[in-house]
C-alpha cells in the first residue's frame, strides 16, 4: 500500500463524522492542535498545511490520555 499523497488525491471533508465525534479543540504551541474526542480520549495532530506546501515532510497525529 503507497503512502497517502494529499498532492494526487483528495478525501472529501465529512463535516457530519467531525460534529459527532469531535467535543472541542484547542491550538497548542508549534501548530499542534488538541482534540477533545466524544469517546473519552484526547488526540494531538500537527496543522497539516505545511505537509501540503511539504511533501517530504510527514503529517503524524498521536494519541493523547
Not at 31 to 43: A, H, N, P, Q, T
Amino acid at each position: 500500500m503507497e503512502p497517502f499523497n494529499p498532492k494526487k488525491e483528495r478525501v472529501p471533508f465529512r463535516r457530519d463524522i467531525f460534529t459527532r465525534l469531535i467535543k472541542s479543540g484547542t491550538f497548542l504551541a508549534d501548530d499542534v492542535i488538541e482534540y477533545k474526542l466524544s469517546i473519552g480520549v484526547s488526540w494531538t495532530a500537527r496543522d497539516n498545511r505545511a505537509a501540503l506546501e511539504a511533501p517530504d515532510k510527514k503529517v503524524r497525529m498521536k494519541p493523547t490520555e
